[in-house]
């Protein structure tokens, strides 16, 4: 341990090449590692203090920087008021190298200045998260999550760390590790996982089965029992979390979407990839109505102008604060701030409660940093009040493994007017002094109170039990609104001091909060009793608040199945919930598992659901039911009708020999009747899936007649595809000549093999757009004999060679045809590089690349080589598909860092973005990128549509190490081309796109 005063800061000097950790920013460009390196001048922390902004009345003043701390990943606040530091080092290397170090900054004389300085360990390893309490330091330790006792608190180990948890990921994770370690008001330890981190967490000796699957979401852990636990699923990568007055939760995101309102057992969106339950089917949004950065290029508001400065900054956060002290002015109160890394600042969301959760506002931005370095980490408040934020500064943002610096760091206080910050020692405190902290208008207080208490409680030290919860009990009666309320019952329960009688006074409470509570609380002690569960069903059916309604929804993925039947239906029943952000999705995610085992009962539910999407989804579940086709021939309501006939359609799509349920007949004479167009499609779709023999002329007459709304017709177009109808090709060659089923049409031409095909889609080639060429290219890819029809239509100067993207080169590469591969280098060309070719064209890239040429470039065209090249993928200004990442929040003024993912854009692939290649049993090949795989049914994202595919009909199967965006990108593009599309890549804004045209298309080729 190393004890000592404050060091000297740091004197201002030039560091390259320095950026905010990853772990925080998620596949900003192309997944590619590397930037390039820059210089810029580096304030001195004092300095940095100077150049903050703040509101009139506040001040920020530095508490410590560097070399007393760097690179301050996250930290925490003691009972004393002491910051615990993290000190992460180890990025962006995860390894076994014990690098990282936890110290302890205090502020001794209280003048808002750190004086004392103590390492409290030294051999961490990967640390990003933690917490102090119960006689120790937890820490965030990837792959383990891990304790270090300090039972007599001397700030020095009393021992080896201990492995709460392992299985955290550290082979995938580099962007995206376990973080966020806040005790909340129930007692248990939580924290935050990202999107990358797919981890399988348990005990050290746990098997596979005893352990926990999870990537982003949130986590808890009991610090007595030692339970850990998934709270719930989803968003991309969080990275700061914390508790409003009513202990909800709240986490922000990296990443757009920035906020969210987490409820036990939700599922929430997330950037990429599916969920890890099974038929969760669909995802809760964000509350947030705004996002933080106003389009175009991020970038822009570095200065603090534009558009991006009155939207917030930028769209990557991190750190979660609902301010809860006693320092700030009221106005601020109860709001939550977090860290714009883009946009230098502290943005301030502004919570209103709506329908069952919330819905967060942009409010005016707290403070903006002058630094360009600035990037804050974590923000808090202590115990007088200040709020201290922590910045790793950096000079990049994205992606920069080569040349982090591990130097630099600083953590300013933010404060309002005459701050009165005094000694403090909670520990020192006798229990009854603990609990009258409860009504201290400072937050940290009753929260640091409450863990005092719970901790003393476990180790059988509190002086009398009876006098502390008689104590506890008068504050609650006394306290004067809900939230002074709620602090008392979250420390009796952490006490276990509240059993069935209080439980049932708070579910009787006319406080909508205290009945929430009563039901959270009474299902986390894990038993029910039969009064309890009579209570939650009276709830379920009368309770006015769809604030109690959502706990009870929480509440039922916890309760035995058979509990479950008591509440679902009275809950369901509640037609205005219909529309709330959270209830219909909770219900369902409650009644999901319970349907699985009990599916006569879940048709059941149709009969009394008064939530359209939820009766979907239960058909969806069910749709191999006998008995859900019976209650459909005898279903009165087409809006009834509808949505199940909606729910059976999704749920068979891309099944095959799917048997016609007894009840068919009558459901197709029921339908009949209806007027809604929609219910006759669905009903005919699903005729087809049953193997009716007339279902597939009236989908063909369906599509052939213009009259029939256009997404009917493609809907019905690609069922007969999938069918494999054997008369429909020559329909889709008549479509090829209505421009508005074209591009359908050459998609379906690719799943049927007929030599006539390819040279009916050359014929037409040179008249079709731009979208629908690409269409035509896939088609003409997937299978041998259309491909060489493709090389001999180039050849011939019928097709234009620059048609042929990279990506598709690679396609007929896939076909592992020997004349072929000759063929397609005789006309085309190669698509591979070597290392040192590849270096070479990185090198004269840079060259070309200059400020003055870009800006001499034609941003129009360059849109039009997008659309072409990269549209098919990625989106920028909203434009182009969301196959891929979006590059428009990217670090795309960076012209290196360009180069950089166009020439090797395969240097680093997650795996939710690798390709897959199949063969069919028919000889059709296709690659693309799982979205989804069920049962027997996988979906695939190609560039150029989403498909499914059955495993009877796969012949090979090989998952690549490449993503859809292929090296060689731009091997043969011609250099007037390369500057164009770059000028479009860093434009700041959309800019017009030329006329589409083969005149204004480039000539170049080999680009994706």
């Not at 933690?130 to 965030?140: A, K, R, S, T």
């Not at 060489?788 to 050849?795: F, H, Q, S, Y």
């Not at 027997?936 to 498909?947: C, G, R």
């Amino acid at each position: 341990m190393l004890t000592g005063t404050r060091l000297m800061p740091a004197t201002a000097r030039l560091i390259s090449a320095k950026s905010v950790p990853t772990v925080l920013l998620l596949f900003v460009f192309l997944l590619s590692p590397e930037i390039f390196a820059q210089e810029s001048e580096l304030l001195t922390p004092q300095e940095a203090a100077e150049k903050m902004s703040a509101p009139e009345g506040f001040e920020v003043t530095l508490f410590a920087g560097e070399p007393d701390v760097a690179q301050p990943i996250a930290f925490t606040i003691d009972d004393r008021g002491r910051l615990w530091v993290v000190e992460c080092v180890s990025y962006p290397e995860w390894s076994d190298k014990p690098q990282d170090r936890v110290i302890i900054l205090e502020d001794t004389n209280h003048d808002g200045t750190f004086d004392n300085r103590t390492v409290f360990w030294d051999q961490g390893v990967n640390l990003s998260g933690i917490e102090v309490g119960f006689g120790g330091v937890w820490l965030c330790s990837t792959p383990n999550f891990i304790f270090i006792p300090d039972q007599n608190q001397d700030d020095q180990p009393d021992g080896e760390p201990v492995v709460l948890l392992d299985g955290w990921d550290d082979k995938t994770s580099r962007h995206n590790v376990f973080n966020g370690l806040t005790w909340g008001p129930d007692g248990w330890l939580y924290g935050l996982n990202g999107i990358l981190s797919k981890s399988l967490v348990g005990a050290p000796a746990a098997s596979e089965s005893q352990r926990k699957q999870l990537d982003c979401g949130v986590w808890r852990f009991h610090p007595v029992t030692r339970d850990f636990e998934v709270v719930a699923h989803g968003t991309t990568n969080p990275w700061g979390l914390d508790f409003d007055q009513y202990g909800q939760i709240f986490i922000t995101n990296c990443v757009i979407k920035h906020l969210w309102h987490v409820v036990p057992g939700a599922h929430y969106e997330r950037m990429f990839g599916t969920d890890v339950t099974p038929h969760t089917y669909e995802l809760i949004s964000s509350v947030a109505d705004h996002i933080h950065w106003g389009g175009g290029n991020w970038t822009s508001s570095r200065d603090g102008e534009g558009k991006h400065d009155v939207a917030g900054g930028g769209h990557a956060h991190a750190g979660a604060m609902i301010y809860q002290g006693d320092n700030w002015p009221e106005q601020y109160r109860n709001k939550l701030y977090t860290l714009n890394i883009h946009g230098r600042r502290a943005n301030q969301d502004v919570l209103e409660l709506s329908g069952s959760s919330y819905v967060a506002h942009h409010g005016e931005d707290m403070l903006q940093s002058g630094d360009p370095w600035f990037r804050g980490l974590e923000l808090k408040y202590g115990p007088d009040g200040g709020v201290y934020i922590t910045d790793w500064n950096d000079t990049g943002e994205c992606h920069d493994y080569e040349n982090t610096q591990k130097q630099t760091g600083r953590i300013f206080k933010v404060t309002y007017g005459d701050l009165m910050s005094e000694p403090v020692n909670l520990a020192d405190k006798s229990d009854i002094e603990l609990v009258e902290l409860h009504t201290h208008a400072n937050n940290w207080y009753p929260t640091h109170a409450r863990r005092l208490l719970q901790e003393r409680a476990i180790k059988g030290e509190l002086k009398s039990r009876e006098e502390v919860t008689a104590a506890l009990w008068e504050g609650y009666r006394a306290a004067e609104d809900t939230a002074a309320k709620l602090r008392y019952v979250w420390t009796l329960f952490t006490l276990k001091e509240l059993h069935e009688k209080e439980y049932l006074q708070l579910l009787a409470s006319s406080d909508e909060w205290l009945r929430a509570w009563g039901i959270r609380l009474s299902v986390d002690r894990k038993f029910i009793s039969p009064t309890l569960l009579t209570r939650f069903t009276t709830l379920a059916k009368e309770d006015p608040s769809p604030r109690v309604r959502l706990e009870l929804a929480s509440a039922l993925q916890r309760l035995p199945r058979p509990y479950r039947w008591m509440l679902a239906p009275p809950l369901l029943s509640h037609a205005e919930d219909r529309d709330d952000r959270y209830l219909p999705l909770m219900y369902w995610y409650g009644i999901n598992e319970a349907i699985e085992v009990y599916p006569t009962q879940g048709i059941d539910l149709i009969r009394i659901c008064g939530i359209p999407q939820v009766r979907r989804l239960i058909a969806r579940k069910l749709a191999h039911t006998p008995e859900l086709y019976e209650f459909l021939a005898n279903s009165n309501y087409d809006i009834v009708r509808i949505e199940l006939l909606r729910g059976i359609q999704t749920a068979l799509l891309g099944q095959k020999d799917v048997p016609a349920p007894k009840a068919w007949e009558a459901v197709r004479e029921r339908m009949a009747r209806s007027t809604d167009p929609e219910i006759h499609l669905l009903t005919t779709l699903l005729s087809l899936q049953f193997g009716q023999p007339s279902a597939a002329g009236e989908l063909r007459t369906l599509i052939g007649a213009t009259s029939t709304p256009f997404e009917h017709r493609v809907t019905a177009l690609e069922a007969l595809t999938q069918s494999g109808d054997s008369e429909l090709p020559s329909l889709l060659i008549q479509l090829l000549d209505e421009e508005a089923l074209r591009g359908p049409a050459l998609v379906s031409l690719a799943a049927f093999d007929q030599p006539t095909i390819p040279d009916e889609i050359v014929a037409r080639f040179p008249d079709m757009p731009l979208e629908d060429q690409q269409k035509a290219v896939g088609t003409l890819t997937s299978r041998p004999g259309y491909a060489m029809k493709l090389l001999d239509a180039i050849e011939a100067d019928k097709i234009d060679r620059s048609a042929v993207t990279a990506y598709y080169a690679r396609q007929i590469l896939n076909l592992k045809q020997e004349d072929l591969t000759k063929r397609l280098e005789d006309v085309w060309g190669t698509i591979g590089q070597t290392d040192e070719a590849k270096q070479k064209q990185m090198d004269e890239l840079k060259q070309l690349l200059t400020a003055d040429n870009i800006s001499n470039a034609d941003p129009a065209h360059g849109r039009l080589l997008f659309k072409k090249n990269c549209a098919n993928c990625h989106q920028l200004f909203d434009d182009g598909s969301q196959v891929g990442p979006n590059l428009t929040g990217s670090q795309r003024t960076n012209s290196e860092y360009l180069i950089q993912n166009l020439v090797t854009p395969n240097a680093l692939v997650g795996k939710d973005f690798q390709m897959t290649l199949f063969i069919t049993t028919e000889g059709r090949t296709v690659s693309g990128i799982i979205i989804s795989e069920v049962n027997d049914v996988i979906t695939l994202q190609t560039p150029t549509e989403k498909l499914t595919l059955n495993t009877e009909d796969v012949d090979e199967r090989k998952t690549s190490n490449l993503s859809l965006m292929p090296d060689g990108l731009i091997k043969d593009m011609a250099e007037q081309d390369i500057l164009d599309l770059v000028s479009y890549l860093q434009s700041p804004t959309q800019v017009p796109l030329v006329e589409e045209t083969t005149e204004a298309a480039s000539d170049s080729s080999g680009t994706e």
